[in-house]
């Protein structure tokens, strides 16, 4: 929010001597009980009329901060259906209202100048990356693992024993995100005989 | 110990200092000293890898000096019970325990039991020969012998001279504050200190807590150190109650539920065994080989058969075993460095990656690079394009030529994600805590959730193979893959989700109260059952958001839900004294009404709610009715906490200590110098070690190498990296090396160095801080060199990566790297570059290989 020089010009020659000290912060600081200028007397002509950001969100839901494992209570404020603000869930016996500078920062996270919203593909031998629709993307991994799976299927092991996996596809990740999504992954690779799945417990 | 709080989990540590403004003592036993130690009553600094050295100190201060909280270790622990006399300490045996097989590189713990027992529950039931391993090998197995309950032999006056108590006492014997001093390069006094704090505050009136981090898991005897203050906080009565307990400060989100509901080679959600390629030849033998018979685990079926319930609706019957026979099975380790091995040898041909960064946060990162080259295909999900998907045109290995992006035969897809803002869901905190996240927004373009990913990843193959009559398609054709989704791009519902996880019953669909409910006959599924209940009454429990200044006590149960039960304190039993009664007014917690018949308090009792202090159970009890009513620890077998552990540990019933696999020191005690269980890759030229003392080459890396994290960075830094304010607040790779070392090696503060080991070299710039302190060990002044993690090639700052440094030598329990002490090399100046990079870590590795002996027979290494 700026506020435009012109008009401020304009009301400081309107101005009478009252109220031209009245703007002189030093008046205020001695008459308002606040010599060293450390409380309301400091607030300027544009700082009055400035607002908290929050104060126009539509609407504020309660998360969770995404780093690591204390598991401090966010608030995220919305409004136009982007973020304009995350802070501390004051709610929460966890943290009571408290971030560190990751979580202070993680609308940041969610609104990086790097953050990627496109799929990225890059052929065998490529030099560099295409474009390919989610559809696309979705249709050729599905695929890969079908044919991955089927072509390196292990019915025994290699001394007779029951294996009924492939070892030829792998799945790494799963802390940084949800239970849900873990049991979902979890789930489907068992399903697929894929057992090497793993996530951050081990580093 | 093992952790920096104030600065990893600064939030966390709000309450470490409100208890100490209010009279506790905070006691930091640290390498470095940090924001947490300057916040700390007392820094200790600790010389790397020495931590159980020092904890073993403590155990035979409180034994030697008879300060044991004698009537909980009498009643709550295994101190009395009679080991089998075929065991054999390490202190006898030159630092191996009895079993130890040289061939095979490990132990047979058969004679780790308890005096009586058979040592596997089950084993009339299980193929010849099968010997489950580490966190495969069953639960509470150990309890075939068990008559109502209670190990076959015990001495409640601790005298006999093989009752765990003894065996303690004389395995930790040599642990004198001298020897903890010259090993770990504390002095007496500040050991002194630490054994009389913790003393002094445990006990009826008080109790002490042990905060730990990767600082303690990340060894190749990691699981050991944690097991060592486990024995410290037994035998001072600090586990159950409030106050007291070993935290671990898990550094992800969600790294708890994502152990609990893993995304883990070796376990089921709720802890559950994979089964293992061993031929168990019926369904029946499995469970035999798995179900306890005493204990909790003794509902080991209702657990599973509730899983496969949730994981293949009504196609899993009792008719077809729940479907066990075609599950796929699993080899003793297939952990992601064995994958690794895999990759490298061209057996794994595809790959996902989703919210993890391996080429920069996993240890020897320029090995997995190369394996990616070996991939036919590989998917990487991630909010930004990290390190692991760049890797084929911009990385080390590009610029030394080692990889051609054009000869590089791996397809690639980048797929975008969703952040937490961005989805609904539930995160398990370090506490185990499910707290539930609201979407706020919706993903833009191409993001997605994984939710959604592997939804529809998994809808449309099920599409695919739908018609196929492959034996192998049977199992993924059953699974019940059917979610309810909303919106425009079709997410599906979380909340559906966790109510398969809570558990229900399936002919009603009604959710699940709790894992009692559950049974073996098919008519609850439940897809995690120390979950169950977290929907109960069709209330979504992680989500409930009550504002701790609305509940009635501190422990504000109505915030989120904790598993199991919405218990915050395990075990808290223990709070109570054998008679039922609180240990002391202060300490009130969880106690027997006896009156109302019931146990009662401000949490969940985690024991049978009527069961009263005096229970004893009668000889043919099974299952939770075997432990008797004075045994808090239901989990185990005897209702006991384990000093000493008879099985399930790969490495030793009893923590000893062992030099890391690096290391600029012999083993004070034995000649016995690492962990001989540790997983090394010793036939692989992909982690080469750098040698020890006596082996050429040593004089190359004489100082110890830690790695460690920041505030204002995460883990490999795809979360953070991306980050104006923090890339600003944190701009640079650097080391941390104290003035003596900068004097010595030259080293100018804010100028580079060069730090390298065996694997590669990276340079950072110079902080020298009077905060990393030169120890003397032995004798010796030894150097530490401190290296932050989060760097990789990419992001708004980018720099070299300090696991390219690390070899990846695991603890042989959990198959966790050693990141935490290692050595290295430090000289001024930047890196050589491109090709020279790699022409100068071979030619330290030819002076490492030229004439390397045989370890000599006075050191096994």
Redesign the interface.
Known sequence: MTFPESTVAKDRYAMGLADLLEHWPVVRQLRDGDPLGLGPAVQSQRSKTLTPRIDEAEHVVQSICPYCAVGCGQLVYVKDGEITHIEGDPASPVSRGRLCPKGQASRSYAQSPLREYKVKYRRPYGTQWEELSLDDAMEMIAQRIIDTRAANWQDKTDDGKPANRTMAIGNLGGATLDNEENYLIKKLMTGLGIVQVENQARI | MGSNMAE?????F?WVMEARERGAKVIHVDPRFTRTSAMATKWVGIRPGSDIAFLGGVVNYILQNELYFREYVEHYTNAPVIIDEAYVDTEDADGLFSGWDPEQGQYDVTTWSYEGMETHGAAGQREEGYSPKGEQSGHGGHGGGLKHGEPPSEDPELTHPRCVFQILKRHYQRYTPEFVAETCGVSVEDFAYVCEALVQNSGRERTSAFCYAVGWTQHTVGVQYIRTAAIIQQLLGNMGRPGGGIMA?????????????????NI??GYLP?PH???YGSFDNFVQANVAPTGWWGNFEEYWVSLMCA?FGPEASSENDWLF??????DDD??????LE??LDG??????????N?AV???NGKAHRLAFANL??M?V?????IES?SW??DSPEIESGELK????????????AA?????D???????R??????????P????????WF?????R??KS??KDSQ???DL??N??H?DYPTHSAIRE?S?ET??K??GGYEVESGEPLPGYKKLKSDGSTAC??WI?AGCYQNGINQPAR?????E?DT?V?PE?AWAWPANRRIIYNRASADPEGNPWSERKKYVYWNGEQETWEGIDTPDFDETKPPDYVPPDDAKGPDAIAGDHPFIMQSDGRSWLYVPQGLEDGPLPTHYEPQESPFDNPLYSQRANPRRQQHKDADWDPYNPIEGEPGFELFPHVLTTYRL?????AGG??R?????AE?QPAFFCEVSPELAEEAGLENGGWATVYTSRSAVEARVLVTRRMKPQTVRGRVTHTVGLPYHWGQR??TAGDTANDLLHAALDPN????ETKAQTCGIRAGRRPRGKALTEFVESLRAQTEKTRPEPEETRKT
């Open positions: 990893n989990h600064p939030v966390g709000q400060l898990r550094g992800h989100a969600s790294i708890q539920g994502s152990t609990d509901i893993p995304t883990l080679y089921l959600p994979m390629t061993e031929n994981y026979d075609h599950l796929p099975r699993i297939n952990s992601v460095y064995w994958t895999q990759m057996k794994v041909r595809g790959y996902i990656v989703a919210g993890e391996p946060g996993n240890a036919d295909w998917v999900r991630d909010v930004v394009e998907a084929w045109y992006t054009e000869e590089i035969p791996t397809e690639i897809f980048f797929m975008p952040t937490h803002t961005e989805k869901g539930s995160f398990t905190n370090t506490q805590l499910l707290q539930w996240h609201w979407q706020a927004v919706e833009k373009q191409d993001c997605r959730s994984e939710l592997y939804f529809h990843l998994g449309m193959i695919k193979l492959e034996p192998r199992l993924i059953k699974l893959w599906p979380a989700i966790l398969e996880i897809g995690c979950y958001k009550k504002p701790h200044w509940q501190h504000a915030w505030t204002e960075h995460h883990t979360m953070t991306s980050i104006p304010y923090l607040l992001l708004l959990v198959h966790i790297m």
